[in-house]
């Protein structure tokens, strides 16, 4: 495939080779996303995150089968906490804190349920996951290497939440050359107005952090590609 250009993105059209690509899929974890899990446990709306489970299930499906690779990220920590940081582990000052039984088992402990990626989209064969201990997916993680090693220049962006692991990331990975692509009904907040906010920081300032575009837009001009 050549290069394929997007223009109904903003702040202006956004243009990427599918064989430099990647699509990122952050943190779609039953404890974050499920009705049960520890995100509603805090008393958040779980129903705000979970609109983005079949745009992003649309998008995967447009993407399998091209030239765009797929990867995935969990939050997360080893089972003794050793790779969490005592702020984290303190912030809050929560009744159940990482680590401790929580609804879907140890709270964002890798190989509990709560930590595993909802069952409406989990990876296939030859999809990576990877495990980030912080909010940015680049941070003490294979990310960026396994990136370069598959020659990516291109991300497209979904995942939850807007304004923590997807911003974090988004300009982790603008530091790092990368060129990100936001597909907004594809991330989502548990505060509307952080979701929105977040959206509009991204493409200010002549898209400083990046473009923001949606998942029919970017799965037409894949369609198109293909024909
Ligand atoms: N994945 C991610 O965003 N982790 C969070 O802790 N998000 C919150 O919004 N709390």
């Given at each position: 495939m050549s290069k394929i250009i997007l223009y109904n993105a903003e702040p202006y059209e956004y243009e990427f080779e599918p064989e430099k690509t990647a699509l990122l899929v952050i943190d779609m974890q039953n404890d974050f996303v499920n009705p049960g899990g520890f995100g509603e446990f805090l008393g958040n709306d779980v129903s705000l995150l979970r609109k983005v489970i079949n745009p992003i299930k649309n998008v995967l499906n447009a993407v399998r089968g091209t030239e765009i690779k797929i990867i995935y990220t969990r939050e997360g920590h080893r089972p003794d906490l050793s790779d969490c940081p005592p702020n984290k582990l303190k912030r809050g000052r929560l009744k159940i804190k990482i680590g401790d039984e929580g609804p879907?088992?140890?709270?964002?402990?890798?190989?509990?349920?709560?930590?595993?990626?909802?069952?409406?989209?989990?990876?296939?064969?030859?999809?990576?996951?990877?495990?980030?201990?912080?909010?940015?997916?680049?941070?003490?993680?294979?990310?960026?290497?396994?990136?370069?090693?598959?020659?990516?220049?291109?991300?497209?962006?979904?995942?939850?939440?807007?304004?923590?692991?997807?911003?974090?990331?988004?300009?982790?990975?603008?530091?790092?050359?990368?060129?990100?692509?936001?597909?907004?009904?594809?991330?989502?907040?548990?505060?509307?107005?952080?979701?929105?906010?977040?959206?509009?920081?991204?493409?200010?300032?002549?898209?400083?952090?990046?473009?923001?575009?949606?998942?029919?837009?970017?799965?037409?001009?894949i369609k198109d590609s293909k024909k």
């Open positions: 879907m088992g140890r709270v964002l402990i890798r190989g509990y349920k709560g930590h595993d990626i909802i069952e409406e989209l989990k990876p296939l064969d030859g999809e990576p996951i990877i495990d980030k201990p912080g909010k940015g997916s680049f941070y003490a993680t294979d990310l960026h290497l396994i990136l370069q090693n598959w020659g990516i220049k291109y991300l497209i962006i979904t995942g939850v939440t807007t304004e923590v692991c997807v911003h974090t990331t988004v300009r982790e990975a603008n530091d790092r050359g990368y060129e990100c692509l936001v597909l907004e009904d594809c991330v989502a907040s548990y505060f509307p107005e952080f979701q929105e906010i977040g959206i509009k920081m991204i493409k200010a300032q002549g898209g400083i952090f990046g473009w923001v575009s949606n998942s029919d837009e970017f799965i037409k001009v």
